[in-house]
C-alpha cells in the first residue's frame, strides 16, 4: 500500500551537507509517524528523526539535534532531511520507515517486511 524511496546520499567530506529525501507513494496514508533511520555496519539502528502525521510534532536524536533539520510537504507526503555539519560519525545507511517506535526500536517495516534499500552517506577525507 505504501512505497518508500530514499535518495540523497552521498559521499562527502567532514562539516559538509546533505539533503536526503523520501518520496512516498501508493494508497496508504495512515500511518502515525513517518521517519528516518540510520545503521552502520556491525552495530544497531537507531533512529535519527521523524515527525508525527496529525500533530506536526517532530523528534531529533540528541546527536543531531541543531545539526539536522526534518521537513516534510504535506502534498505528496514526501520527507526530507537536511544534514549540516557532518562528521565521520554520521556515516551509515540512511531508511525511511513509518510508525516508529524509538524505545525498541522498531517501525512499521519491522511487523510487514516491506523495507527499502535506503541511502548510503558516508563522511570521510
Known amino acids: 500500500q505504501v512505497r518508500l524511496v530514499e535518495s540523497g546520499g552521498d559521499l562527502v567530506q567532514p562539516g559538509g551537507s546533505l539533503r536526503l529525501s523520501c518520496e512516498v507513494s501508493g494508497t496508504s496514508t495512515d500511518w502515525y509517524n513517518i521517519g528516518w533511520f540510520r545503521q552502520s555496519p556491525g552495530k544497531e539502528r537507531e533512529c535519527v528523526s521523524y515527525?508525527?502525521?496529525?500533530?506536526?510534532?517532530?523528534w531529533y536524536e540528541d546527536s543531531v539535534k541543531g545539526r539536522f533539520t526534518l521537513s516534510r510537504d504535506n502534498d505528496s507526503k514526501s520527507i526530507y532531511l537536511q544534514m549540516d555539519s557532518l562528521t565521520p560519525e554520521d556515516t551509515a545507511l540512511y531508511y525511511c520507515a513509518l510508525d516508529i517506535d524509538t524505545y525498541k526500536p522498531s517501525s512499521r517495516a519491522d511487523r510487514n517486511g516491506d523495507w527499502g534499500q535506503g541511502t548510503e552517506v558516508t563522511v570521510a577525507d
Open positions: 515527525i508525527r502525521t496529525t500533530s506536526g510534532t517532530k
